[in-house]
């Protein structure tokens, strides 16, 4: 089961003779619990890729299908609602709000949701992201990698479609950045999670199912690197 189609996706950046492509006639789809690596030099288009498949940014054309669903033709309401519920996001500055806690920053994409609080799913996740001795402090008493799990928790909460990252670890020492890595990869195998990760370590993307390779806005390689086990 393909959980994620990207069909024909274009992205074009300024007007009147000054545009920049930074995506071309993108295609693929990605399978229910496969882990894709997506690599590329800077100014490749590979974060505008993922934003695009966050619905955190608009394609200049094509179209982008998770769980079914043709996010761009929802309102912005109707979008934000969605990328909430489907789609978990994590970033390489970890986008925490300063002043609430490790609980409060995990359980804010339920709440803002309009949902209760589930005790249960976040003991879960805290768990999950070894925080359980952590979850009253705020993020400016934890170290980096301890916010980065703390985001990591945030996108698990509300059980998204597909977890996507951007340089998760570009932030973080070699210790940190290999336990982000490890807590990504459970969460995927535990949950069955769909994980996309934007990297520039080959490392990191040796790891994964497969690599997909984009420069100048067009994927230039698609690699699978071990067989995915569909659930």
Known sequence: MNILEVQNLSKTYGKDGM???ALDNVSFSIKKGEFVAVIGASGSGKSTLLHLLGGVDHPTSGKVFVDGKDIYTMNESQLAIFRRRN?????????????LTVNENIMLPRLLDGRKADKEKLREILETVSLTDRQNHL???????????VSIGRALINDPAVILA??????????????VIELLKSANKRYNQTLVIITH???????????????????????QVKPVEVK
């Open 201 to 223: 370590d080959e490392k990191i993307a040796l790891q994964s199912d497969r690599i997909i390779t984009v420069a100048d806005g067009k994927i230039v390689s698609d690699e």
């Open 166 to 179: 951007d340089e998760p670890t570009g932030n973080l020492d070699s210790k940190a950045s290999r336990e």
């Open 139 to 149: 993020p400016n008493q934890l170290s980096g990698g301890q916010q980065q799990r």
């Open 87 to 99: 789609v978990g996001l994590i970033y390489q500055f970890y986008n925490l709000i300063p002043t």
């Open 19 to 21: 545009e920049v492509r």
